[in-house]
């Protein structure tokens, strides 16, 4: 073989992900590309130069896998380099390898399309499958929208113009397929809600980021501040620490399959954590004594430390140390709206949603809306009812702003101005004020 390859971290200490380089050796020679993979340095093994595969990191096998065909591409590359040069001209190989591992895109910049551009960002991004869907899913929405207009959609047209119209075309113009009979179908104009507005005026922003990053077009007006993502509050519901304590003390001896979701979303209740964290909680995860939980989020790769709650204690005697088997994300959703109704978690609750233009309201006992992610919700609400300081609960649920953290607090005007009673500056002190 020409050389040795072999992966590096462009930022072994950093605290997210950061790139992996692949390295070439040659005699003196020394040559270092981005392979374009990302990863967290806890998830890279620098003894072995690839990627962990652990419950953590489950992509480590896709993405050495990916290691795996550039090492041989370069060494390939390397390899009819020397072949034909009888020696290594560094930068001329380090061109070399940078076109068969980093290949510009096909198409000219001058010819490339606007949806030619958002297919080939989709097809080359390494974003979760769940945000391609996303994206997907905006770039079907603006074919559509292009079908009503007289011309091709163009990067020039993306500006404030294009963004109110396109903004009135989601909220009354989409059609849906709404069955009428067994067997038929009837296209209704029914448009989509605030966040899902929202959701595709945020992929069209990153869309045209790409193509301005990749010169495909000069055009900032997805820039202006006026051309910004809609967003609809959830009207999502938190369960009170009374409701959490019903749903604690509830026998559930006779169903253990109950017993078991009930004891795993209570932890949830007490972590903070999401479900992808919760089901894959297991023993090595407890430090200092069993009084802590240590987890790396699969979310956004941070660690957080959690103090363990008395009810988390409880349980684990229960199980001998052990934590409950977790199940499904879509089989919890259902056991633990069952647990809400057995544990009479019955409160009338109207939610509002704005659909086409138009408020709708729709009333459902509690139960009916507990889902996992009530869990996550609870524990941010009611810790800031218990006055915890906001940032300590942000080191926890791993909220990197106290705007997104905001969004998880959910308490009504009356518990706020019970929240505020109690406060010194409404509670009268010996200051003795003097009247002239």
């Not at 591992?101 to 399309?113: G, Y």
Request: net charge positive.
């Amino acid at each position: 073989m020409a050389g040795t390859v072999t992966f590096i971290l462009k930022n072994p200490k950093e605290k997210g992900e950061t790139p992996i380089y692949l390295v070439f050796w040659y005699d003196q020679i020394r040559i270092k590309i981005s392979t374009g993979e990302k990863i967290h340095p806890d998830n890279w093994n620098p003894g072995t130069y690839k990627a962990r595969i652990t419950l953590e990191n489950p992509q480590g096998a896709s993405i050495n896998t990916r290691l795996k065909d550039q090492k041989q591409l370069a060494e390939d590359t390397a390899r009819d380099h020397l072949n034909q040069n009888q020696t290594v001209y560094k930068e001329k190989l380090k061109q070399e390898l940078r076109e068969i591992l980093r290949p510009k895109p096909k198409e000219d910049p001058k010819h490339m399309t606007f949806f030619k551009s958002i297919q080939e960002y989709i097809d080359s991004t390494n974003k979760s499958p769940k945000t391609k869907v996303s994206y997907t899913a905006t770039l079907k929405t603006l074919q559509i929208y292009n079908e009503t207009l007289k011309s091709e959609i163009t990067f020039e047209d993306i500006n404030n113009d294009f963004y109110e119209d396109f903004v009135k075309f989601l909220t009354y113009s989409i059609q849906h397929s709404r069955k009428t009979k067994p067997g038929k179908e009837k296209q209704v104009k029914t448009g989509y809600n605030e966040n899902t507005i929202g959701n595709r005026i945020k992929n069209l922003k990153v869309f045209m980021n790409y193509a301005l990053d990749k010169g495909y077009t000069t055009n900032r007006g997805h820039l202006h501040r006026k051309f910004k993502k809609i967003e609809q509050t959830a009207d999502t519901i938190y369960l009170t620490d009374k409701e959490l304590e019903t749903i604690y003390n509830k026998d559930f001896t006779d169903n253990p399959k109950l017993d078991r979701v009930r004891d795993l979303f209570i932890i949830g209740c007490y972590t903070g954590l999401r479900f992808s964290d919760l089901s894959q909680l297991t023993q090595d995860k407890f430090i200092k004594g069993g009084q802590q939980i240590k987890v790396k989020t699969q979310k956004t790769g941070e660690t957080v430390i959690i103090p363990l709650h008395w009810t988390i204690k409880e349980i684990l005697k229960k199980y001998n140390g052990e934590l409950p088997r977790a199940i499904s994300n879509q089989k919890m959703n259902e056991y633990v709206k069952e647990l809400g109704e057995k544990a009479g978690i019955n409160e009338r609750i109207t939610l509002t949603t704005k659909t086409a233009g138009l408020k709708h309201e729709q009333t459902f006992d509690k139960w009916q809306l507990i889902t996992v992610h009530t869990a996550r919700r609870s524990f941010a609400t009611n810790m800031f009812l218990a006055e915890v300081p906001t940032i300590s609960i942000m080191k926890i649920t791993g909220h990197r702003t106290e705007k997104a953290f905001m969004k998880y607090i959910k308490i009504t005007q009356e518990q706020n101005a019970d929240k505020l009673s109690t406060h010194p500056y409404f509670v009268k002190s010996s200051l003795k004020v003097v009247h002239q």
